[in-house]
């Protein structure tokens, strides 16, 4: 639910500056088995005029709660609603799902401005 | 047993995004003195049109479990398999070996498609 | 197996002293779902007048590899095979087995000679 | 919904020996804010003439998903659950749940059979 | 300024169960030096009637924040007014202060319930 | 306050080199909600002709303690004021902030002097 | 030089609780070789009418700099003049001293009041 | 070689206190494979009227570097030779051994004099 | 003693992969003081038409264990016999040499065939 | 006290390779308070004809510890003697201090010849 994101002005855009976000608390739900999958999140960026309001963000990754996904789909999506929501200059989604069947999986999505 | 292996479609084909996925259970034969070898598997890619499905790749790695075979034919044949299933835009497959006689190894095999 | 296992005369049975033994390698294999199993076992003991023999428990332990077991039922065998084998003054195993479906177990038995 | 509990009868009831569940994968929902709350459980106890199955635990703490609980009503709510479905000789149960506002709680429950 | 604390009724008064409470954001000021110092605060008790409400524990815990008091009184005091406002069977509050002069140190004040 | 900052005069100034300083008691106060925020700041930087005082670094640090400032402005500010009192070659600022709501936050914020 | 140990009347003698002191900083000399030794002394005790004041703790303990002294003879030094200096209920002192020739020390004196 | 090993009097033998050496650089040969052993050797004893001088401890220890033995007799020895040098109030050495064929070990023996 | 290295043909001459062996079980003896160094090696090479046996490695590092070298001179020669043995792409030889008098030393030779 | 350092020649001079020497037992005293200070030494350097000899340096080190030095003066300065000293190809001297007033610094300084 990407209307969920908030944003405020960038006080400082002359200068590019990066921010890290680590939300450990991700789950969502296998589209497969019907059971809960659990992912630490990292969002890094740097932001252009907007930067993103942390409470909104965690309203937006607990929408994922009880919706079934893919880890591909998920991480892609979160970076594509984020850079929707709040047009940075670059952002890294990466998410660290915990082990199933003694696999664990991370994925990486970045998106990059083009000038 | 490559023919264990199998993909589904990218759904965001047009986005460079990696895939990393960790097996600390991989266990195959030396085939030197019949006895067990245990690693850790790490292989990271980046999909093109498909995208490994995890439950297969369990089984594959679960193929080795009777399977004499040395260090390093095991991960080059890992990624020369997982290369020829997925296409992928670039893979690299690691292999963590638990110690023989106070010595333990680490392999890392790298495959790039040519464009 | 327990045929495996060999001993050899403790040369201190005149003092209590301790053995405590890690294998980070046992393996065997799930007998619902037919998917491996892995676990760390350590066997801590005070020998009487017999000492395991390191590599006979070694082989010892990699009989489980092909046999269908559940994890209590593979901490309380080796149990009883070391006690059986060794007849130590005491010992204790301990399984600790590797997560599945997000939930990992560790299995502890005891054994105390009566006197 | 502790009717999803299931057990199996005990191979070693002749023993006393010890189970140690963890799952890091625990989530309910604070029924003050309506936002959920995470923690690691870990349940240790002895069996006596029943075992509690491993996948019918999984689903039993996934009930917990959509419920809004306070910590220390879900924790011993889970030591009386899991008490009544397996009589075990003892049992302890562990929640570690995750920081709010800077702060982080542990509770522990402890149930012994009285004889 | 104890009067912040709150409590609600404990509904498992029939067990002895643990809570375990860390502030890692503990922060006074030293009335010696003026300068900050910095803790953190860990509080373990078994409830009797009444549980401590986080949230006001947290906010009882910054009341500290531009008072000058030492080491050895902050630690006691808080046991004082924890114990005052819940009565516990039994409470621990320790106190972990990051170094000052290459010295760092712990105090650590039990109380225990008299019958 | 950059009044408090004080600097001495870079006895090395031939020399690219290279003074890193971590704060690991950083606090202030979120102006939506009145709570404290707390922080490990690192600065490091390659100084010119002058080197930043460690004392008057850390009273400017503290006069943070009651200012109500968002993350992202608190970690440009203290940029800001560190080069207009030192006049560095370049400098970095990180505030790595702890969890609130489930949600921990890096800032890092760079600056290179033109030439 | 244990003149140099103050101390402060304990605030509440009523109570048995601990005070921990680690100081990673101790450094004394050889006396059979000439050169320096290094150690983290932790010093744990329970005040009884006196608590020893920090300050003078950390002068106290860097008066040993420039002292030949054994590590056995110092810890049982320091102990003593911790002892005559605040009359504590119970003390213990431990000093972990860094390798020399491949070899490490940890040296432990306790101190109990006789009542 | 127990002739190599030293002692100086106890200065404090009025009081009871530990010492623990650890010396992670102890290597013998396995009498049985010609191979190299090595261990980290834990030495912790209360003393009487003797400590055992560190540098005659490190010659002693380097004795067995060209000594065909095996890991049990090793630390018992250790421990034999090391009671009649320095003749303590109690003492206990460890052993652990680096892995052999997936097992490491660690043997722990005990001696208390007799009063 | 490098005639004890033995090599195989490389299965994968075609592709560019590396393989690091880890020995934490080095040993040597200091020419100046005729005391036992300790290190652990780590090699890290790309192999060209052979790959180096990993028993013969073994033996080739244990023939170290009673000669009189410096660190700089053991590890330049390591790298020049393994070399001189497989003819490797690139190899790196690093040794870690655990603390003497409270320095510990790390020396990295590295060797790339001109093409 | 830059005469105390000693080197000898280089036996490998027509490779570059580097040596890392940790020394965790640095101190010195601080010339405004006059307390000690205390850091991590960490040397890294390209040797050309001469190789610093390790006692030499341990006594260099040692010679500051009765000096009034700041931090950015020792590092440098102890940069500028083993360049004079050993003339090596490059070199990177690396100070971490402890904290004081909960402020720790690293200083970072490096040489490289000029060819």
């Known amino acids: 639910m990407p209307e969920l994101l908030e944003t405020f002005p960038n006080q400082f855009p002359g200068r590019d500056y990066e921010i890290e976000i680590t939300c450990p608390e991700f ?8 059971q809960p999958d659990f992912a630490t999140i990292v969002i890094t960026y740097v ?3 907007s930067v ?7 309203l937006y990754l607990f929408s994922y709660r009880d919706r079934g996904i893919f880890y591909e789909h998920s991480i892609n999506t979160i970076l594509d609603d ?14 660290r799902f915990t082990p199933r069947g003694g696999i664990s999986s991370r994925i990486t999505a970045v998106y990059a401005a083009t000038t």
Chains 1, 2, 3, 4, 5, 6, 7, 8, 9, 10 share one sequence.
């Open 82 to 95: 984020l850079v929707a929501s709040c047009q940075p200059r670059k952002m890294t989604v990466v998410g």
């Open 27 to 34: 789950t969502a739900v296998c589209p497969k088995t019907g």
């Open 52 to 58: 993103i309001e942390l409470k909104s963000l965690k």
């Open 47 to 49: 932001p252009d005029q």
